[in-house]
Nanobody, 122 residues
Framework: QVQLVESGGGLVQAGGSLRLSCAVSGNIASIDTIGWYRQAPGKQRELVARITNIGWTNYADSVKGRFTISRDNTKNTVYLQMTSLKPEDTAVYYC????????????????WGQGTQVTVSS
């Protein structure tokens, strides 16, 4: 069974930094695009950043220059380094991945993690 397990969330003051991690476990063939979304109370879930299997990245305009996404393919893990955090970054952050599994052939399935809370105080 494939699982995405996030860690690294917490409470931080404005201007501070956090690093989120998302580890993919299970019987997988490979990970295509993997990234982070967030959802603040009363708002829709939005893309924060994502990275493809060849390292192409894209970011939400609101986090460009402050957040950096990276991945370690040897550990099936993606990271989100967040700096210069603002109160408006407060949200539950979710890991999302398109994962190839072998199940009567190769299939690509989208998975979500359970989420990790990030709270930025002013």
């Amino acid at each position: 069974q494939v699982q995405l397990v996030e860690s690294g969330g917490g409470l931080v003051q404005a201007g501070g930094s956090l690093r989120l991690s998302c580890a993919v476990s299970g019987n997988i063939a490979s990970i295509d695009t993997i990234g982070w979304y967030r959802q603040a109370p009363g708002k829709q879930r939005e893309l924060v950043a994502r990275i493809t299997n060849i390292g192409w990245t894209n970011y939400a305009d609101s986090v460009k220059g402050r957040f950096t996404i990276s991945r370690d393919n040897t550990k099936n893990t993606v990271y989100l380094q967040m700096t210069s955090l603002k109160p408006e970054d407060t949200a539950v952050y979710y890991c999302n991945a398109d994962i190839r599994i072998v199940q009567g052939g190769v299939r690509t399935i989208e998975y979500w993690g359970q989420g990790t809370q990030v709270t930025v105080s002013s």
